[in-house]
């Protein structure tokens, strides 16, 4: 068995990330179910039902769901309009964004879409100092929106105690204040109020038994877990299983890390509980209720408010791949829709935000900053997700129907040896693009270079890397074919 060591956590924002998330509700109008009845049953019995409707509904919003952040640093970052069709036809149904985008909430009025809007670390100050302020703040970015919007939390600042530890002490005050504002407006049941933390709060995480807070922490986690403990709101961790691999290569296995199967003498096994663990996130969750525990803290839920893998890095980060992306976020897809929960808590399974959904083409380096997506700006896949049959995110997957183009932005030169590549050694199907033939117009590089891409990606089965051509080609969900 392979014991749990003292390893090291790390999370994105502490080297100066800005995120945006997107989650999922869903919920039906009993109210209309209940008038059309009342023409059959008796008051009783309609009364009766509308509460047996509303059970139902409770303990759908009770199971665990999967989001996803959104990054704003996009190039071509589509318009609200075209981002909540999106999120529509890929059935993402709950979302966390960073701020309070009137447009977006605009926009997902009138949908099943629920989000989670945000207060910027530079908005604490004068929401935490002035319940005007707060309450201000509420009428204009939820009171205005709800219900018609599904808002069904804030994110009062970002990993505020390890990126601006400064602003510590103005974290209870604000999230107070919100809620206080929330009650006055009757809505402090439907919207949860919370901060998400840094996996490096907590020390000595692994094994999860022996994890506790950051003791010059503590006097300002422990109120603040009070109160989520009074509202019951959740505790929201960013945990990236991703970082805690590359910091301890050699100690955790990427297997462990990627939620892959193990064996039983490969799993990590806590010495003080002997609970084994199959996966890296499972017992950083655990981490977090034992560190609650040891505060006396035992009805406060975890919400994983981002987690992922970025799909390309530089020579430092050679674990950041497609292939290792793409099995991280399917098999955490299924890991949560599978309720399995953690070790600790099986019957409690943690709703998680993966980071994100498009990639940042505009973010700083390293390389990974930029590839953190499941899509590319424009919508069209960064890599394929295999989550088919699991639950009903991204339901509307298009693993089955994707194709493979040439990128913009590359000359007719370097475009030129890949075609010459694809039709040479790589042996695609290039007769249709040769002059004369159907495919041959529009005849330029870049045209005929999509054809013999997607020629020899289908031809290789749509396999992992057969869409790269040393980074000049891209996976889409238009058909190069049809002009």
Known sequence: MLQLAHVISSTRAEAGMRKLSLGSFSMANSNLVIILYFSFFTFAEAEALHSQLKQQIQDQEKLPFVGVNIGTDVSNLPSASDLVAFLQLQKITHVRIYDANSDILKTLS?????????????????????????ASWIDRNVVAYYPQTLISGISVGDEVLTTVPSSAPLILPAVESLYNALVASNLHQHIKVSTPHAASIILDPFPPSQAY???????????????LSRTGSPLTMNLY??????QNKGVVPLDNALFKPLTPNKEMVDPNTLLHYTNVLDAMVDAAYFSMKNLNITDVAVLVTETGWPAKGDSKEPYATKDNADTYNSNLIRHVFDRTGTPLHPETTSSVFIYELFNEDLRAPPVSEAN??????????????????IGTFLANDTTNQTYCIAMDGFDSKTLQAALDWACGPGRANCSEIQPGETCFQPNN?????????????????????????????????TDPTRK
Not at 116 to 129: E, K, T
Not at 383 to 389: M, N
């Open 110 to 134: 009138g949908t099943k879409i629920r989000v989670i809007i945000s207060v910027p670390n530079n908005q604490l100050l004068a929401i935490g100092s002035s319940n005007s302020t707060a």
């Open 213 to 227: 807070f950051n003791q010059s922490l503590v006097s300002v986690i422990l109120p603040l877990l009070q109160f």
């Open 241 to 246: 299983p991703y970082y805690v691999f590359m």
């Open 372 to 389: 953190w997506g499941l899509f590319y700006g424009n919508t069209s896949p960064a890599y394929l997700l295999h989550v088919s049959g």
């Open 445 to 477: 590089v870049k045209n005929h270079a999509s054809y013999a891409f997607d020629s020899y990606y289908q031809k290789e089965g749509k396999a992992q890397g057969t869409c790269d051509f040393k980074g000049l080609a891209m996976i889409t969900t």
